[in-house]
């Protein structure tokens, strides 16, 4: 994919999200092109602090997705507790009370698939820290529809299993750092 | 020569026909829906019912009737709680319910019922706040199957935990134990919570308008549509609804991409509980 191409951003991250989403989603600049849309695994019954913690550290727009909202470029997106998040053809953002997929709710495989299809080659799809497999399935998805597969380095993950379920599945994603991720994805959309 | 159009995915394309073919021969509209969601679970069908593709299947689903409900059973999803977000029920019993304490008799309409919890919550509260004499509730649903589970009224044991900390967390006023009994692995709901009660089929994208009422809760059901059906779908509330009659919508569901917004204000806009406007 070379920088013209892409079109969104997809993030999956669970246990140690917070510090690693604080080390990428900060160093997005004013006016960065594209839209970023982040799965984190949050418990259910609680509000998320996700949105208004990043709102006060990012320089770009922070939102939690509302049903149906349409993409905005150079925002990003969390999904709320206790929904898939999912992206229709249309490019709006679609919210589903599905089953949990692998025990999560949002699911990232479930907004990463979703994604691949509505974005096919255009869509980046980033996997960080994590202490089970989701993701590694919508991060295939994402490589076979011609998307940028990228993971945080399992060594320096709070949790490696996630990157490294995502390396398993797509043998052909770059693995980097986290600072590396934000200097590359600068180059996508800065 | 390098494609520039974008062609539709053969999977797409067999959706859509099949789609179309639960429309022409059983009236099952589900054409508008969100089809991201509803393509993730057809998927889900097609493996585990063992078609190879979604045409197979859909042959299957033209000749065969016995198809429909298991079909449907993916199409619709039942995942549902009791006193589900308990900040929305308690915005009902503190804020709504004293609106509705004016009126000597009421009409309430739950939309979407699935397995009855957000119908059973509702009568409950209305118990607890007095008002359930006066009421004549209906849940309706297109699921058969989650309508005959709603009117059996039982559960599984095991989610009465989360069920009875809901309930106490809406500002509940007895003990949810006072309206069920337990057997075997299950809890039944008492029938004298169904008295007033009307449990029927209704679509919200193909049915009409049956009674005014003065409260509309329709939860997680318009997330599953996209927006011409969430159009639909509003424009009947706003229509079924008196003058000030209330509506509330799931946690993340919004009025505002709607053409309908005009037609209703913000009553308790944290908990989506909108208020029609006076004509
Ligand atoms: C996720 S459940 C929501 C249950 C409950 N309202 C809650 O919030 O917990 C969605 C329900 O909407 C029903 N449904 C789907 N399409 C419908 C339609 N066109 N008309 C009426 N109900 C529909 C499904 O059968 C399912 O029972």
């Known amino acids: 994919m070379n920088s013209r191409q892409a079109e969104a951003v997809v993030i999956g991250a669970s246990a140690g999200a917070l510090e690693a989403l604080s080390v990428i989603l900060p160093a997005l600049p004013v006016g960065f092109s594209l839209p970023v849309i982040v799965v984190v695994h949050v418990p259910p019954n609680k509000r998320s602090m996700l949105t208004e913690l990043f709102q006060a550290k990012c320089q770009v727009p922070v939102r939690e997705v509302e049903d149906k909202e349409p993409i905005s470029a150079g925002t990003v997106f969390f999904a709320p507790p206790d929904y898939h998040l999912l992206i229709e053809v249309d490019k709006s953002l679609a919210l589903s009370s599905d089953e949990a997929v692998l025990f999560s709710r949002p699911s990232i495989d479930v907004l990463f698939e979703s994604a691949a299809d509505t974005y096919g080659s255009a869509l980046i799809g980033i996997i960080l820290t994590g202490a089970n497999q989701d993701g590694a399935r919508g991060l295939k998805a994402i490589v076979e529809a011609g998307g940028l597969a990228l993971v945080q380095s399992p060594a320096g993950a709070f949790a490696s299993t996630m990157p490294e379920a995502a390396i398993a599945a797509c043998p052909s994603a770059q693995v980097m750092s986290l600072d590396a991720l934000a200097a590359c994805l600068k180059k996508f959309g800065g | ?279």
């Open chain 2, 1 to 279: 020569m390098k494609e520039t159009v974008a062609i539709e995915k053969i999977e797409d394309i067999e959706i859509r026909l099949l789609l179309e073919a639960l429309y022409s021969r059983y009236h099952y509209d589900f054409r508008n829906y969100a089809m991201a969601s509803i393509k993730r679970r057809l998927k889900q069908g097609r493996d585990q019912l063992g078609f190879a593709s979604f045409s197979a299947l859909q042959e299957s689903l033209l000749h065969d009737a016995a198809m429909l409900p298991r079909i449907l059973g993916y199409l619709t999803v039942q995942v549902s709680e009791m006193f589900r977000d308990p900040t929305y029920f308690r915005a009902i019993r503190e804020k709504v319910v004293p609106h509705l304490r004016t009126y000597p008799s009421l009409k309430v309409w739950v939309a979407g019922c699935s397995g009855g919890e957000e119908l059973y919550s509702l009568v409950i509260l209305f118990r607890e706040e007095g008002l359930e004499e006066r009421t004549l509730f209906y849940a309706t649903d297109i699921n058969q199957d989650a309508l005959r589970s709603a009117e059996a009224g039982v559960f599984a044991i095991d989610r009465v935990p989360l069920f009875t900390e809901n309930h106490r967390n809406s500002g509940g006023k007895s003990s949810l134990s006072d309206y069920y009994h337990a057997a075997y692995g299950k809890v039944s709901f008492d029938k004298t919570l169904r008295r007033n009660v009307v449990f029927s089929d209704h679509s919200l994208v193909t049915d009409a308008v049956f009674a005014e009422m003065q409260l509309i809760s329709c939860r997680n059901v318009l997330i599953y549509f996209d927006r011409s059906f969430q159009d639909r779908a509003l424009g009947l509330f706003k229509d079924s609804l008196s003058r000030s009659g209330f509506l509330g919508l799931g946690a993340k569901e919004s009025l505002r991409f709607s053409q309908h917004a005009g037609a209703f204000k913000d009553f308790i806009r944290e908990e989506k509980i909108y208020q029609r406007r006076g004509a």
